[in-house]
């Protein structure tokens, strides 16, 4: 069966980043097509993918007949062909995971929003401010009890969607050269993931790319 990924452009398409990190860790087969999200094509882009999917954004996964439109929903699809490798068996277990899913994808509280994923590739960083030190330290907070309490070196123990849906978030703080003495643990488990031979490709990739520069960083 032949499956299509419709992705962005690599330095600015955070969510087509996880759809993508979730099949290829897996070691899914697919097409991968990369659509211009920049400014101005990005509207017509958009438009066009409008014509295969209602979400009219990217990830698309187009797998045979089906189209499944939503980053999550591929991460979830993409474990459940792939063997089921990315969730833990147990229940509870299950259901951790799947808060990290869920919070990361309701958009982590509004989580320092002027760090989008596209500063992380800028040329010129600016420092955080004092309230983005805030919401960073409480997140560290989370991920050092998390992984204190799983024993690592990822969230749940073994790698799992919760560790790749944050990946795209942990490059855009982790960029930015936050203090992270106090987290040692967090620390080794940015690391490990951001060693990852798929982390490291999409990463390599988007460096090459001009910056997409936002009006409000």
Same mark, same amino acid.
């Given at each position: 069966?032949?499956?299509?990924?419709?992705?962005?452009?690599?330095? &600015?398409? /955070?969510?087509?980043?996880?759809?993508?990190? &979730? %099949? +290829?860790?897996?070691?899914?087969?697919?097409?991968?097509?990369?659509?211009?999200?920049?400014? @101005?094509?990005?509207?017509?882009?958009?438009?066009?993918?409008?014509?295969?999917?209602?979400?009219?954004?990217?990830?698309?996964?187009?797998?045979?007949?089906?189209?499944?439109?939503?980053?999550?929903?591929? %991460?979830?699809?993409?474990?459940?062909?792939?063997?089921?490798?990315?969730?833990?068996?147990?229940?509870?277990?299950?259901?951790?995971?799947?808060?990290?899913?869920?919070?990361?994808?309701?958009?982590? /509280?509004?989580?320092?929003? +002027?760090?989008?994923?596209? /500063?992380?590739?800028?040329?010129?960083?600016?420092? %955080?401010?004092?309230?983005?030190?805030?919401?960073?330290?409480?997140?560290?907070?989370?991920?050092?009890?998390?992984?204190?309490?799983?024993?690592?070196?990822?969230?749940?123990?073994?790698?799992?969607?919760?560790?790749?849906?944050?990946?795209?978030?942990?490059? +855009?703080?982790?960029?930015?050269?936050?203090?992270?003495?106090?987290?040692?643990?967090?620390?080794?488990?940015?690391?490990?993931?951001?060693?990852?031979?798929?982390?490291?490709?999409?990463?390599?990739?988007?460096?090459?790319?001009? @910056?997409?520069?936002?009006?409000?960083?």
């Amino acid at each position: 069966m032949r499956r299509i990924l419709y992705t962005g452009t690599k330095n &600015a398409s /955070s969510w087509a980043f996880r759809a993508w990190l &979730a %099949m +290829r860790e897996l070691g899914i087969q697919f097409e991968e097509r990369v659509v211009d999200i920049r400014k @101005p094509q990005r509207f017509e882009n958009l438009r066009r993918i409008g014509e295969i999917s209602p979400s009219t954004s990217v990830p698309v996964l187009v797998d045979g007949d089906n189209i499944i439109f939503d980053s999550l929903a591929i %991460m979830e699809y993409a474990n459940e062909i792939g063997g089921d490798a990315l969730l833990p068996a147990e229940p509870l277990a299950r259901a951790r995971v799947r808060s990290f899913l869920s919070w990361q994808h309701a958009g982590l /509280s509004g989580l320092c929003p +002027r760090l989008s994923f596209e /500063s992380a590739f800028y040329p010129n960083k600016r420092e %955080m401010t004092s309230d983005e030190h805030k919401d960073t330290e409480r997140l560290f907070s989370v991920w050092e009890s998390e992984l204190k309490s799983s024993g690592g070196p990822y969230l749940c123990g073994e790698l799992s969607l919760a560790d790749l849906v944050l990946v795209p978030t942990v490059i +855009r703080i982790y960029s930015h050269s936050p203090q992270l003495n106090t987290w040692p643990l967090t620390h080794q488990w940015i690391v490990k993931l951001l060693a990852r031979e798929c982390v490291e490709e999409w990463v390599s990739q988007a460096r090459s790319l001009p @910056p997409v520069i936002l009006d409000n960083y």
